[in-house]
């Protein structure tokens, strides 16, 4: 893998951000790692290891970085100890300036066929299939996701289904509980495949593309998702609602069970994001793909599961 190649011949700029942060991007669906850190001359500050470098990257980018890139350790707790799961794992993200996320899926497959082990197939290096998440759901799950944008009629194709749905679900959950039981599963297997375009409902700091999806793309190697796209947010209100909202979801799920409440600053809302598409990739299952490996230890020397002895 000649990634920092890839990227430095094309102009990109190198960074190293940090791996702690006092505030962090609220995202209800990740759980974080608190720590400490303690001075006798001021008060204790409560600090995060980051799930993503985004935070910082998007602040160079703001102040006119350019496209740049990065390769970094991030932390997400409560992952399970599984097959593609361990709570410390490698990243490489990127941003390119000026390029939509359609743009992006050409950058990522010259990236992939360049950058790949020699003993990568097709499942890696091949052309990608691209389909929308409207396209995959009619496919593999039978129905029409834009005559199901209210909660009612996505519970109705749920239960046609045979899933169970909880009272308080919200429709983001229900199409992720479907989506993960009939879509993921059928997902080729080949050549990559990148599923374009998903719902606004779920939310996040991708542009909207209308008044159902987003500007939004996953792509997935052998069934397994890898990385992930946006057309990045530039409006500061929309950013600002996001955070908001968000935050105060993460704050009412996790106030009584004692799970990490972060800290989040506003003044990110205020930054002058420029107009991009960043990339994150998971470099350890991107790894397992290339050396047909069926289990993320096999890549990883020194992961949760083998430290806990679990």
Avoid at 132 to 154: C, G, M, N, P, R
Avoid at 170 to 176: E, I, K, M, Q
Avoid at 265 to 280: N, Q, T, W, Y
Wanted: glycine share 4%.
């Amino acid at each position: 893998m000649n990634i920092r190649k890839f990227f430095l011949e094309r102009g990109y700029l190198e960074v190293f951000t940090p791996t702690l942060s006092d505030s962090l991007i609220p995202e209800p669906t990740i759980k974080n790692f608190e720590t400490e850190f303690i001075n006798e001359f001021m008060e204790n500050r409560k600090l995060y290891l980051i799930p993503s470098p985004e935070i910082f990257m998007k602040r160079m980018i703001a102040s006119g970085s350019g496209s740049l890139f990065q390769i970094s350790q991030c932390f997400r707790n409560a992952e399970q100890l599984g097959r593609v799961h361990n709570p410390e794992f490698t990243m490489l993200e990127y941003y390119t300036m000026d390029y939509t996320e359609e743009d992006s899926i050409g950058l990522t497959h010259e990236f992939l066929k360049e950058t790949a082990l020699p003993e990568a197939g097709e499942s890696v290096t091949g052309k990608p299939i691209i389909m929308s998440v409207k396209e995959a759901v009619a496919t593999y799950s039978h129905f029409d996701l834009d005559k199901t944008q209210d909660v009612k009629a996505l519970r109705e194709e749920a239960e046609k289904r045979g899933h169970h749905i909880l009272d308080e679900e919200s429709w983001d959950d229900t199409f992720n509980r479907i989506f993960i039981s009939d879509v993921e599963p059928n997902l080729p297997k080949e050549r990559p495949v990148i599923l374009t375009d998903y719902p606004e409902q779920i939310d996040c700091l991708a542009k909207k593309k209308n008044d159902f999806y987003r500007a939004r793309w996953e792509m997935y190697i052998n069934g397994i998702e890898v990385a992930n796209c946006y057309k990045e947010e530039t409006d500061k209100e929309r950013t600002r609602e996001y955070y908001l909202k968000e935050f105060d979801k993460l704050r009412k799920e996790r106030e009584n069970s004692g799970e990490v409440i972060p800290n989040i600053d506003l003044s990110f809302c205020d930054i002058d994001m420029k107009e991009s598409s960043g990339v994150a990739i998971g470099l350890d299952r991107l790894l397992m793909a290339e050396t047909g490996k069926n289990d993320i230890e096999d890549v990883l020397p020194f992961s949760f599961r083998k430290m806990l002895d679990v």
